[in-house]
């Protein structure tokens, strides 16, 4: 085994460099520095070093006579003290209607503050059929611990190391090569923090994830992006102060994302961040210092009444404003009226999504994009957040290509939003809802505000809400 706790740590010189040109020019007070990889690639460097020196200090520790020769050994006596859960997502699914234990391939997951302790006991136990290996992956040409992976003759055992980054968890990828789909380090992935809880399973100890249909909801969307540090850093050296995250705005912002995304994903509805707020965390690491508001998008097959109700009369973003019909133009509006999110509703159309950017008096306009699916996971506000898998992709069709790259406060390119038509002077009236704070639709403000755009002037709304 020593051999493999022999792993190189590689600190990048253009890291240094960086670090050093960010933090010796600090102005803590109005605005705060981008939000660099090198905070959690120092962190998870610095954790690492400090591991492999603690092993390697108690290498020479007499073996023990406990010998492990089974899988519910393993899990009873072993896992289960040191808090590893089970992860595994084909076991995870059959846990209600499984009569046989025997996986040929089992996942588990340890937080890695947990992992020093689990990883010097088993050192000086034995496995005398089992092969054990320490593996790392490669991330920003560093090499991190990803996983323990135990290869015995009953089953191979892989064992992720989940770091805490901010205020989710993170788990790296490497290269261990396994027959069947590897569903753990196939890719960098990310979770919110979540509780475990202790299941008795045949005759099975387990611990595992509290909430196994928010574990499996996550998983679906976990896969981990990294926004474009280089441009980041680079604007930063080049605009300076003027392109600087602003630290009351960024605040402003994060708590009504974080509320908005707590309600999605507790309905477990994919949602993306959308236009300048996707932009704003691939290419600033943050938040756009000039924007206004933020922008998330969900898909319409995903509507729910429930949601809606859910953000009438909520604390921190109430919905203030619904537009367009389910069929066409959908929008929810929450927050308040100095800093709002909006969730634009995306519809599919042959190979493309679009959805209503704007409307101007009762001008709809069209957003469209090239169809996509796949949702994956960022950091944003040190916070996990989630974007199109393909956002590199979207921001070159909403914004012209590589001309994003620029910071402006005056953006009017817009490539792909077309005018697409009129609402009617019958349509208007339904497709306009304003609402309090405590949750009631405002009929007044609404009539008023669709009578102005009408020619012919109503005298009641045709709706209620
Ligand atoms: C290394 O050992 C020290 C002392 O036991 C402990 O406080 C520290 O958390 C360990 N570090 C890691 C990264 O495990
Ligand atoms: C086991 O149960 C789950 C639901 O709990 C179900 O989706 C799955 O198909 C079942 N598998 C088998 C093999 O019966
Ligand atoms: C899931 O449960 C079914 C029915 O008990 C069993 O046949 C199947 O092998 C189980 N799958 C896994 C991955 O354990
Ligand atoms: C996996 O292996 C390939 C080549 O064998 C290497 O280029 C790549 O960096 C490795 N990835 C990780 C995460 O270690
Ligand atoms: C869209 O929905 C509205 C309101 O439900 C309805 O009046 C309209 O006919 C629908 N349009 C289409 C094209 O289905
Ligand atoms: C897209 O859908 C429209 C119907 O709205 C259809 O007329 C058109 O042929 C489709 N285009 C392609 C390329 O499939």
């Not at 340890?110 to 034995?126: D, G």
């Not at 064992?159 to 196939?186: A, G, H």
């Not at 109700?309 to 133009?329: C, H, M, V």
């Not at 914004?399 to 390119?413: A, L």
Request: with cysteine; hydrophobic share 35%; charged share 25%.
């Amino acid at each position: 085994m020593k051999k493999f706790q022999r792993i190189l740590i590689l600190i990048p010189f253009s890291f240094i460099i960086i670090y050093f040109i960010y933090y010796s020019t600090s102005e803590p007070t109005r605005t705060i520095k981008i939000n660099s990889k090198n905070e959690f690639l120092k962190k998870i460097i610095d954790l690492n070093q400090k591991l492999l020196n603690n092993l390697s200090n108690s290498n020479n520790l007499p073996k023990e006579n406990k010998i492990y020769t089974n899988l519910k050994d393993i899990i009873n006596l072993k896992f289960n003290q040191h808090n590893i859960f089970l992860i595994d997502l084909n076991l995870i699914k059959n846990l209600s209607n499984s009569t046989e234990f025997k996986p040929k391939w089992i996942s588990f997951g340890i937080n890695f503050e947990n992992f020093e302790s689990f990883y010097r006991t088993i050192s000086n136990e034995q496995f005398p059929q089992c092969d054990l290996t320490l593996s790392s992956g490669e991330y920003f040409a560093t090499n991190v611990l990803s996983a323990l992976y135990i290869k015995c003759p009953f089953s191979t055992i892989q064992i992720s190391i989940f770091y805490t980054r901010k205020n989710f968890l993170w788990i790296p990828q490497d290269n261990y090569s396994n027959k069947n789909e590897k569903f753990f380090n196939d890719k960098p992935r990310a979770f919110n923090k979540f509780d475990l809880k202790q299941i008795d399973y045949l005759d099975f100890k387990l611990k595992i994830p509290f909430d196994l249909d928010q574990f499996l909801y996550e998983y679906k969307n976990s896969v981990f992006l990294e926004c474009d540090y280089e441009t980041a850093e680079q604007n930063s050296i080049l605009y300076g102060s003027k392109n600087e995250q602003k630290k009351q705005k960024n605040e402003l912002a994060l708590k009504k994302l974080k509320n908005v995304k707590s309600i999605l994903e507790g309905f477990r509805k994919d949602y993306w961040l959308a236009e300048g707020s996707l932009l704003g965390w691939y290419r600033d690491c943050g938040i756009i210092p000039h924007t206004h508001d933020t922008d998330l998008g969900m898909f319409i097959e995903d509507f729910e009444p429930k949601v809606k109700e859910k953000f009438r009369g909520d604390k921190i973003t109430p919905l203030i404003a619904q537009f367009g019909n389910l069929n066409d133009s959908y929008e929810l509006r929450v927050g308040s009226n100095d800093f709002w999110v909006d969730i634009f509703y995306f519809h599919e159309h042959n190979s493309t999504h679009f959805y209503c950017g704007y409307q101007l008096g009762r001008t709809k306009h069209r957003t469209i994009l090239t169809k996509f699916d796949k949702i994956c996971s960022v950091e944003l506000l040190n916070e996990k957040f989630q974007v199109p898998c393909e956002a590199v992709r979207y921001i070159h069709e909403e914004y012209d290509k590589d001309d994003w790259k620029v910071p402006r406060s005056n953006y009017k390119g817009w490539p792909n939003v077309f005018k697409w038509g009129q609402w009617s002077e019958q349509e208007y009236p339904y497709v306009i809802k304003f609402y309090g704070n405590d949750g009631k639709f405002l009929k007044a403000q609404t009539l008023n505000y669709v009578n102005n755009l009408l020619s012919k002037k109503l005298k009641s709304l045709p709706v209620d809400d």
